[in-house]
């Protein structure tokens, strides 16, 4: 599982530490694909794997269901593991996050998130105060 909160800068090139307890989950490669939010969304094989197989039941006779799958899988890198365990992650995809150097690296549970720093911060503060109401329509859901 992903788990956790990482601050990372990334390099001039595109390249970000990805942190050792969740590189360890992944082998040599990760996919990253746009996310929700304005973040970008890190799969290991499995991971990937999976959710893709979920999406791909989508309908292809329904516009938002192939729009959607076009959106996700026409951006999906595969990137590969550098020595000193960073990603490149590519400039279509650092554009998409509005990410710059200051990056978040969010664990959760089946994948990993890349945040804006700025952007993971506002968001994060702006749910902070709905976190017991959002808690207890879960709940709600569950019975």
Request: aromatic share 10%.
């Amino acid at each position: 599982m992903f788990l956790g909160e990482f601050r990372h800068n990334m390099d001039a090139k595109g390249r970000l530490s990805v942190p050792a307890k969740m590189r360890n989950q992944c082998g040599a490669s990760v996919y990253v694909t746009r996310g929700n939010d304005g973040c970008l969304n890190v799969y290991n094989e499995d991971g990937w794997n999976a959710y893709y197989n979920k999406i791909a039941k989508l309908s292809q006779t329904k516009k938002k269901h192939r729009a959607f799958m076009r959106m996700v899988t026409s951006r999906v890198r595969e990137c590969e593991f550098d020595k000193m365990g960073r990603i490149n992650i590519p400039l279509v995809l650092r554009e998409h996050a509005n990410l710059t150097k200051s990056c978040v690296v969010v664990g959760v549970g089946d994948h990993m998130e890349i945040w804006d720093e700025e952007l993971w911060d506002n968001y994060y503060s702006d749910n902070d105060d709905s976190f017991d109401e959002l808690s207890e329509e879960l709940g709600e859901e569950e019975e």
